[in-house]
Structure formats: C-alpha cells, structure tokens
Nanobody, 116 residues
C-alpha cells in the first residue's frame, strides 16, 4: 500500500524552527520528484518547495526562499522540510507530494501553527 506520512508539525512561536519529515512506504521515492505544499484555512493549496529525484535541484516559493530547506534521503525513503524564522502566516497544513509522470501521491498532512 502506497503511503506518505508526514510528521514534525506542531505549535511554534514566531521566529522558531521546525523540521517536517515525510516517510514513504509501498514505493521507492528515488525516481520521484518530491514536494511540500501547504494549505491555510480559506486558501488554496500552494507549493512550498520541490526537489528533483536525485536531489540535484530544488525550487522554492518566493516567500520561503532563505527560510525553508527541502532535502531528501533516498536511502531512508524520506523527504524533509527544515523551516526557520517561522511567521504566523506560515500557519497551515503541510502536505508531502510525490510525482513520477502520471503517478502522484499525497500525504494526509501535518499541522503547523505559528503563534505566540
């Protein structure tokens, strides 16, 4: 059974840091482009960061550049999102996405709340 399971979310104060993990099972991520998306209440889901299958290239939404870092460990079948300098507007459910041609998988999401 194909699964993406996110973890690491929680409540953090503004300026704080969190590291999200996305563990894949039922398939091997090494051929997949992996991404993180987020969706805030009342807003559309948006791309946060993406990384190519070999990890040689990354892409970030403008507002996350310099604050977020996406990485992957294909040996552990896991993708990470390190988030620094978190702001209240980063509050959202964060989703992991795996894509290989027409094969697209989503995780169930992990809540990140930035609040004092």
């Amino acid at each position: 059974q194909v699964q993406l399971v996110e973890s690491g979310g929680g409540l953090v104060q503004p300026g704080g840091s969190l590291r999200l993990s996305c563990a894949a099972s039922g398939f091997t991520i090494s051929s997949y482009a992996m991404s993180w998306y987020r969706q805030a209440p009342g807003k559309e889901r948006e791309l946060v960061a993406a990384i190519t299958s070999a990890g040689g290239s990354t892409n970030y939404a403008h507002s996350m550049k310099g604050r977020f870092t996406i990485s992957r460990d294909n040996a552990k079948n896991t993708v990470y999102l390190q988030m620094y300098s978190l702001k209240p507007e980063d509050t959202a459910v964060y989703y992991c996405n795996a894509r290989f041609y027409t094969a697209v998988y989503w995780g169930q999401g992990t809540q990140v709340t930035v609040s004092s």
